[in-house]
């Protein structure tokens, strides 16, 4: 497996990849997440425009990607996905690795992200890669919340996380 820029004409690909690994939410009673649409062609060209979106190849092409977007002066994890037939096989952990290098390389203290408090593939998940909950939220992270909220996304459920940089 490889990790790399995403080329124009593979952003579909990005949202095949985003419907399947969407799917295990289905299984788990949260349908609404699993129907929520991927994200736009435009707005994956904006990351991919931005150099902030890899994808990870193995012998069947492009299989799990990520978005990172600057929020707070840290590399916030906006979407990290990995096609459900590539699952649990460490893509994920490869691609937060990646992201964790180019975060250094630009002097970037943490990485960060939001995700489900309690889904296995989430927030347990990075607290196992060693990303822990954030009690005291920075502005611009808050306000992603916020939004999230306004998206019908429950806060309750939902928690903050950070990974420092070494």
């Known amino acids: 497996m490889r990790i790399r820029n995403v080329g124009e004409a593979e952003l579909g690909r ?4 985003e419907i399947s690994a969407g799917e295990a939410f289905r299984a788990i009673g949260m ?7 991927p994200p736009e062609l435009d707005v994956l060209a904006g990351f991919q425009r931005a150099g902030r979106l890899w994808a990870a190849e193995d012998e069947a092409g492009i299989v799990a990607y990520v978005l990172v977007e600057l929020i707070d002066g840290n590399a916030h994890i906006a979407q ?7 699952a ?5 952990r490869a691609l937060l ?3 964790e290098s ?4 630009r002097g970037l203290p943490a990485l960060t992200l939001t995700t489900f408090r309690s889904v296995p593939w ?23 919340v916020a939004h999230e909220a306004e998206l019908g996304l429950d806060p309750a459920k939902r928690i903050c996380m950070r990974r420092d940089i070494s």
Do not use: C, K, M, T
């Not at 990005?14 to 990849?17: D, H, M, N, R």
């Not at 349908?31 to 649409?37: G, K």
């Not at 196992?128 to 939220?137: N, S």
């Open 31 to 37: 349908p609404e997440i699993a129907d929520d649409p």
């Open 102 to 105: 180019w975060a250094r390389e």
């Open 88 to 92: 649990r096989r460490g893509i994920g």
């Open 14 to 17: 990005l949202q095949e990849i």
């Open 97 to 99: 690795d990646h992201v």
């Open 80 to 86: 990290i996905s990995v096609h459900a037939d590539r």
């Open 122 to 144: 989430n927030g347990p998940y990075y607290e196992r890669l060693g990303f822990r909950e954030i009690d005291d939220v920075a502005p611009e992270l808050a306000a992603l």
